[in-house]
């Protein structure tokens, strides 16, 4: 059975960081791309990063140079390492595997970063 896992949430102040781990397991294709979304309340689920099988990543201006997105494809697992983490940062954070036409979601994970 295909299912997706986010690990690593919780609560920082501001300047600390947090690792999201994301686990796919059940595939038999390869997972071409692995993204990370957020979305905090009342607002609507933004792209934070993705990493291509290849190892290519792309990032949201608001996380570059703080947030690194890495892949094990061997593993099917990725991390997102989020340094310098602000208050607007806090959101749950989904993951999202990307297997040929199809999309895979994880339940979330919940990050809250206080001032």
């Known amino acids: 059975q295909v299912h997706v896992v986010e690990s690593g949430g919780g609560s920082v102040q501001a300047g600390g960081s947090l690792r999201l781990s994301c686990a796919a397991a059940?595939?038999?294709?390869?997972?071409?791309?692995i993204r990370w979304y957020r979305q905090a309340p009342g607002k609507q689920r933004d792209l934070v990063a993705s990493i291509t099988s290849g190892g290519s990543t792309t990032y949201a201006d608001s996380v570059k140079g703080r947030f690194t997105i890495s892949r094990e494809n061997w593993k099917n697992m990725a991390s997102l390492q989020m340094n310098d983490l602000k208050p607007e940062d806090t959101a749950v954070y989904c993951c999202n595997a990307i297997v040929g036409a199809h999309s895979y979601w994880g339940q979330g994970t919940q990050v809250t970063v206080s001032s």
């Open positions: 059940g595939f038999i294709f390869e997972i071409s791309a």
